[in-house]
């Protein structure tokens, strides 16, 4: 008999079937303890103070790359938002997004000489793809299209420790095509384990943008860092528990005091007394040169600021004061139209009310001010206002109480959606939104 043919060959021919079973159940335990909200949250103050150190020694500007980066940004520091999708860096998917353009970084690079941009990723990289790629081809794109005599910006920069010369050439001999879907900025790299000061210029002719990446690197199991957990912040709609950023913020001390067993009903109070408050109310954003304003739902208690309301919502308005009779009655438009793709496609019929509420709205010298809501101020509500600024607004933003003369395609949507997350920039209308917008704008291309 063959000596080695009796020895164990798994972990579960070691162990008595009950024995096994006890030493999975343990592993799932522990797992779930250290990934804790409460290690989730620790990690994130951890990594906040480096990203406020980073600041501090840089004296730059901090951008949230939403939507993990706001998580490690105190409120009073972040100065705005920006959307760069890893996605739009992954591996043979390279992309410049003329979708969501982040135009409005410029404004702050502007003014403030450069900026850093925040994110995060989980345990395995050390900077996220959007850092280390996506931004990069943005600086390149963006250069070729403003700074067309400065033909030294228009070389694509990435960190070598991450992205390999293949890639990188690869990368850029895609540039020109990008350029012409769609300029000096200079991308640079800081982590927690190391910087690209060899990347940095000094010229006055090039102003930085900073990425930085908030978490350390973890090379082995979030079991062996004593509760750290790399990208804490990312992916948050799997365990936050509907607590946001700028929640935490603001209960920072209280929320990183509490234990485990007492954290989910916390978070749940915290929740219903900051929706109780009218803390809501005031959020809507107007949308650049037009009288258009994008907000969430609770902005409709409101209404004597607006001259005509359109809320998506599968439930009524909600209405601050129903029975003062004083209070000025504002037109309003109820799409039936939830949250998620469902309420996305249920759009595609609604949007068709539109024209006939505008022939009720009061004929002015001036654009009606109209406030567009849904449950996040972020997707259908944003799709509603793409629609109107395509139907009733020509090249220069003028209103007219009819459909304008315009002729109404994919690029004049892109444009006009442009223009909305400019002003607002954590708009961000779903494919299913955008595709119900585009079949009824563009039925026949539908």
Known sequence: MNATSSLPTSTSSLLLPSASQNFSSTLSSLKRSTLSISNRLYSIHHDSVFVQDVASSHDLPLIANERCGSWYIPPEQKVGSAYFKSTDGHHGEWSFSTRRLNLQMLDVIGRCGGCIVVDSTRRGKSIPDALSKTIPIWCAVINRLLFGEFHESHDLHTPEEVVGESEHAQIEARLDGFVDDAEPLHPSWITPDFSSPQHLHSSTEYREVICCTASRRVIGTEASENGYIQ????????????????????????????????????????????????????????????????????????????????????????????????????????????????????????????????????????????????????????????????????????????????????????????????????????????????????????
């Open 231 to 446: 990208g804490a912040g990312d992916d948050s709609e799997g365990w936050s528990h509907g607590l946001t950023p700028a929640l935490y913020w603001k209960h920072q001390q209280q929320l990183l005091e509490a234990v485990d067993e007492d954290m989910l009903d916390m978070i749940q109070r915290l929740i219903i007394a900051y929706k109780c408050s009218n803390a809501e109310c005031d959020d809507a954003v107007n949308i650049g040169p037009t009288n258009l304003y994008v907000g969430i739902i609770t902005s409709a208690m409101q209404p004597e600021l607006y001259d005509g309301m359109v809320i998506c919502s599968d439930q009524p308005p909600p209405t601050s004061d129903p029975g003062n009779k004083h209070r000025k009655r504002t037109k309003t438009l109820h799409l039936l139209c939830g949250d998620g793709k469902l309420g996305s496609r249920a759009l595609r019929s609604q949007l068709s009310r539109i024209l006939s509420f505008f022939n009720t709205l009061p004929s002015k010298n001036k654009p009606p001010k109209l406030l567009f809501a849904c449950s996040t101020g972020k997707d259908l509500s944003v799709g509603v206002a793409l629609t109107v600024l395509c139907m009733f607004f020509d090249d220069d933003y003028n209103f007219t109480l009819q459909t304008s003369n315009t002729k109404i395609d994919k690029p004049l949507i892109r444009r006009r959606l442009a223009c909305i997350t400019t002003a607002k920039p954590d708009a961000n209308p779903s494919r299913s939104t955008l595709q119900s917008v585009h079949a009824f704008l563009m039925p026949r291309e539908a």
